[in-house]
Nanobody
Framework: QVQLVESGGGLVQAGGSLRLSCAAS????????MGWFRQAPGKEREFVAA????????VYADSVKGRFTISRDNVKNTGYLQMNSLKPEDTAVYYC???????????????????WGQGTQVTVSS
């Protein structure tokens, strides 16, 4: 069993930066792929970024490519999402997730992930 806890959200002006953290309990997190998703009010949860267990493979949504960076520290059992050049449309609750399937494919759909955090609010003002 893996428990995930996000932190680092907040209010930031457009053009600013935030770094989200995802602290995991359970040693197996380090062998799971991880992902970040977000959900704005009235919208479906959408994919942001995913990272393989080793950190060597990544995939990003087109809307964040070049602005966001996903990373992880398997010693600390923590994942990160560095968000730069933030836009008002990035406003959402951000969730981290872990995929225990050991698949070599990085999944972009919520149903592919088995463990979820409670989310952290990111608000970008214009």
């Amino acid at each position: 069993q893996v428990q995930l806890v996000e932190s680092g959200g907040g209010l930031v002006q457009a053009g600013g930066s935030l770094r989200l953290s995802c602290a995991a309990s359970g040693r197996t997190f380090r062998v799971y792929a991880m992902g970040w998703f977000r959900q704005a009010p009235g919208k479906e949860r959408e994919f942001v970024a995913a990272l393989s267990w080793s950190g060597s493979n990544t995939v990003y949504a087109d809307s964040v490519k070049g602005r966001f960076t996903i990373s992880r520290d398997n010693v600390k059992n923590t994942g990160y999402l560095q968000m730069n050049s933030l836009k008002p449309e990035d406003t959402a609750v951000y969730y981290c997730a872990a995929d225990r399937s050991y698949s070599t494919v990085l999944h972009t759909t919520p149903i592919s992930y088995d463990y979820w955090g409670q989310g952290t609010q990111v608000t970008v003002s214009s």
